[in-house]
Structures are given as structure tokens and as C-alpha cells.
């Protein structure tokens, strides 16, 4: 943003009909330039004003500054004014950050799209590219709601199915996706030694917040 | 009817990757797979004990990554072509190791453009445990069996039950307790 502010005023650089006025008409009188210097510094604050409002992150943080900030998840959960016409910031999937128990998962993830028919040297099926979206999905979604958790274990079964998995001394959950938000959840107790599966969708917010919370809690 | 694994073991007459589903369609179970188990597939198979222990090759990055932990698709053979293993009580780890080398160099000659294994050692685990994976009706999911086609301590795992979703991710977990990857005897440098 450029603006013109009391400080760096050239009168020496004025053309058109401003030079004229300056230089003919006596217009830039000493009242004059100090009242354009105070509507240049009212003009800077109500922009700075409309930024902040319209941009605020959680945990409501105002950039005060254009230096190099890194992100995480939980700033991008932004809240627009709808009542003005802003720039949006956009930011494409490959420039947001994963929390550190899901960064093998996902390299691991990038990995098996790259796999073709027969890649184990075999006649193992390709990956099934909609089972990796939704493990990906979910993945971002966790890294953006858990701070903390344990490690996030990728696996891929037989027929191309990609599953996430994460354990403690005392239990193991599984999560397998099966393509269009459907996914089908084990889960093992090492002091019971009972396990239990559910079939379910990550369209289902009251599941999608029970399965994350249990996932966290381990 | 064990006999028919004779035929399903009969690379003339059942093409190797059709061995899984064809023993699956045999539906084995109980005292069935149990005499299957037993059942001399060649004339040099001696069933394989309970208490012995099975030498699964690992090579890196198929098997395990190059993290040390092991790859998502580890274990995967067991439910698609059998997975292959050596009986510990019929061989020794320099055989075991052998085997291995001469496995990895094998695929990375037939497959120059894929990216090449690397032979890292081997991991045991008890064939009890194997056959005490079961689905939630109780049944075994797996049989072992001797296979002594070109090597007289081959075992093979096999699936023998159709699996769900659920079962898929019981089996994944199982296995990586069964044969843990902490537990493996490297290579000799």
C-alpha cells in the first residue's frame, strides 16, 4: 500500500494542477499542508482499522508488521467482514503446515500417490487416489483441531486402501478410508483385549468430534 | 478334502497368484484347517508345530522404511499371494540370510527401473501367534503350511477366511505384534 504521508511530502515534485496551485495560486499554505498531513495520517489509521477487523485469526492476532510469520493451522480459521469489499489472502494445501505427528504420515501419504499398478514389483493394485484424499483430509483437519497427539501410523492394505492409525501402551485405534468421506474405524483395548469396529462418515460432524477427541485423548 | 491343496500347490495346473483365493474357496476351519495343516502338500512337507518359530525376510524400503518401521504393506502378501517364510527349526540364519540376499538381488534384476531393495535381515515369530489371529466368531484367519517346493524349511502363510473391513485392520495390527520389527536379526555386515 502506498500513501502520502506529512513526513514525506516533496512539495519540489508536485505537477499538473497541484503545481499550479502551489506555485500560482498560494494554495499549499502552511494551514493547508497541515491539514492534508492530518486526513494522510486518519486515511493510514482507518485502513489499518479495516485490516484488522477483517482479518481476525484465532486467537485474534493483528499482524502489525509485513515481516516473514510462519503459519499454523489454527490461524487460518478467518472471519470476514461482510459488509466490505476486501483482497482475500489465498493459501493453496501444499503451504499449510502439519503438526509434527502427522508429517511421516503425510510424506508417506504423498508416496503412495505416486504408485502405479504392480508397484510392490508384483500385481499389487494401484492406491485407491479417493482413500488417500480423505486420509489427507482428515489428517489436516486433525493437525488443525490437536495440538498434541500421539504419532499418526500410515498403513495400505491389499486392495489399495489407505488407513491411519495411532497407539498408546494401552490402546490402538485405526481408521480406514474408503473414498467419499466413508470410513470404517477398529479399535483395541490391550486391558480388555476387546476390539470393536464401527462403519461411519466424515460427514457426520457428531462422529467426525467423537472420533478426533478419542484419537487426541490416547 | 486337504487333497486339494496338492492341486492348488500344482503350478501346472493353479497359477501362483490364484493360490490365495483358492484356498480361501476351499472354506477351512477348525479341525478342517487343522488336518489341512497337517496334510503333506509335497512328499517332503512335515507339518509345521505350533512352537516353532517363522523367519519372515524384511528388505528395505518394501518391507521396512527407511525410518525402521515397518512399511504399510508389510504384511499384505498374507492376504493376496501367501506370505513367504523360512522354519527356524529347519534351517539356520546364515541360510536365512542367504535366502534373503538372493531374494533382493533377484527382484532388483527383474525390475532395473523400479527402485531396488536392499536385503536388511530377518524377524521371527511363533507360529502359535499366527494361528491364533481370529475373526470375531472365533474362526482362524490363517493356515500355515509346509511348502517345501524348492526349499525345505518354506512355510507359507495363508488367508483362509474372506475378510471385512474390520478384520483388515484386526489383521494389520496383529501381524506388527506378531513378528515385531524391534526383534530383527540383522544382516552380518
Known amino acids: 500500500m502506498s500513501v502520502l504521508n506529512s513526513?514525506?511530502?516533496?512539495?519540489?515534485?508536485?505537477?499538473?494542477?497541484?503545481s499550479d496551485a502551489y506555485h500560482n495560486d498560494g494554495l499549499f499554505t502552511a494551514d493547508i499542508s497541515e491539514r492534508i498531513a492530518g486526513w494522510t495520517g486518519n486515511i493510514v489509521?482507518?485502513?489499518?482499522?479495516?485490516?484488522?477487523?477483517?482479518?481476525?485469526?484465532?486467537?485474534?492476532?493483528?499482524?502489525?508488521?509485513?515481516a516473514t510469520v510462519e503459519l499454523v493451522p489454527s490461524d487460518f480459521q478467518f472471519t470476514f467482514l461482510e459488509c466490505h469489499e476486501l483482497d482475500l489472502v489465498y493459501i493453496e494445501d501444499d503451504e499449510l503446515l502439519f503438526r509434527s505427528y502427522c508429517e511421516n504420515a503425510i510424506a508417506e501419504l504423498e508416496q503412495y500417490r505416486?504408485?502405479?499398478?504392480?508397484?510392490?514389483?508384483?500385481?499389487?493394485?494401484?492406491?485407491?487416489?479417493?482413500?488417500?484424499?480423505?486420509?489427507?483430509?482428515?489428517?489436516?483437519?486433525?493437525?488443525?483441531?490437536?495440538?498434541?497427539c500421539v504419532e499418526a501410523i500410515p498403513m495400505l492394505d491389499h486392495e489399495g486402501i489407505s488407513s491411519i492409525a495411532f497407539e498408546n501402551e494401552s490402546d490402538y485405534m485405526s481408521v480406514a478410508f474408503y473414498g467419499g468421506n466413508r470410513v470404517?474405524?477398529?479399535?483395541?483395548?490391550?486391558?480388555?483385549?476387546?476390539?470393536s469396529v464401527s462403519k461411519d462418515s466424515l460427514d457426520r460432524a457428531e462422529f467426525l468430534n467423537s472420533l478426533m477427541q478419542d484419537i487426541a485423548k490416547l | 478334502m486337504p487333497g486339494r491343496l496338492?492341486?492348488?500347490?500344482?503350478?501346472?495346473?493353479?497359477?501362483?497368484?490364484?493360490?490365495?483365493?483358492?484356498?480361501?474357496?476351499?472354506?477351512?476351519?477348525?479341525?478342517?484347517?487343522?488336518?489341512?495343516?497337517?496334510?503333506?502338500?509335497?512328499?517332503?512337507?512335515?507339518?509345521?508345530?505350533d512352537q516353532e518359530g517363522l523367519a519372515r525376510i524384511l528388505e528395505c524400503p518394501n518391507s521396512v522404511t527407511t525410518t525402521g518401521s515397518y512399511h504399510a504393506m508389510a504384511f499384505q502378501e498374507a492376504m493376496k499371494r501367501g506370505l513367504s517364510t523360512q522354519r527356524v527349526?529347519?534351517?539356520?540364519?546364515?541360510?536365512?540370510?542367504?535366502?534373503?540376499?538372493w531374494k533382493a538381488d533377484a527382484f532388483n534384476k527383474r525390475n532395473e527401473k523400479r527402485q531396488p531393495r536392499t536385503y536388511l535381515g530377518y524377524v521371527v515369530g511363533l507360529c502359535a501367534e499366527v494361528r491364533k489371529i481370529r475373526n470375531s466368531e472365533g474362526n482362524r484367519f490363517f493356515g500355515v503350511f509346509a511348502t517345501p517346493e524348492n526349499d525345505a524349511a518354506h512355510a507359507d502363510i495363508f488367508l483362509v477366511l474372506p475378510v471385512d473391513e474390520g478384520d483388515k485392520l484386526h489383521i494389520q495390527r496383529l501381524f506388527h505384534k506378531v513378528f515385531k520389527v524391534a526383534n530383527m536379526v540383522g544382516v552380518p555386515a
Open chain 1, 184 to 195: 470404517v474405524t477398529y479399535r483395541w483395548c490391550n486391558l480388555t483385549e476387546q476390539s
Open chain 1, 114 to 148: 505416486s504408485y502405479e499398478f504392480g508397484w510392490d514389483g508384483e500385481e499389487m493394485p494401484a492406491p485407491n487416489q479417493h482413500s488417500i484424499d480423505d486420509a489427507y483430509t482428515f489428517l489436516r483437519l486433525l493437525s488443525s483441531s490437536c495440538e498434541e
Open chain 1, 45 to 66: 489509521d482507518a485502513c489499518v482499522a479495516i485490516a484488522g477487523r477483517s482479518c481476525l485469526s484465532e486467537p485474534h492476532v493483528r499482524w502489525l508488521d509485513s
Open chain 2, 6 to 49: 496338492t492341486e492348488i500347490f500344482d503350478r501346472a495346473a493353479t497359477p501362483v497368484e490364484d493360490r490365495c483365493n483358492r484356498i480361501v474357496g476351499c472354506c477351512y476351519s477348525n479341525e478342517a484347517l487343522e488336518a489341512a495343516e497337517k496334510f503333506a502338500i509335497f512328499k517332503s512337507s512335515l507339518p509345521v508345530d
Open chain 2, 89 to 101: 527349526n529347519l534351517t539356520n540364519p546364515e541360510r536365512i540370510h542367504e535366502f534373503g540376499r
Open chain 1, 7 to 18: 513526513s514525506v511530502v516533496n512539495v519540489a515534485g508536485f505537477s499538473g494542477l497541484f
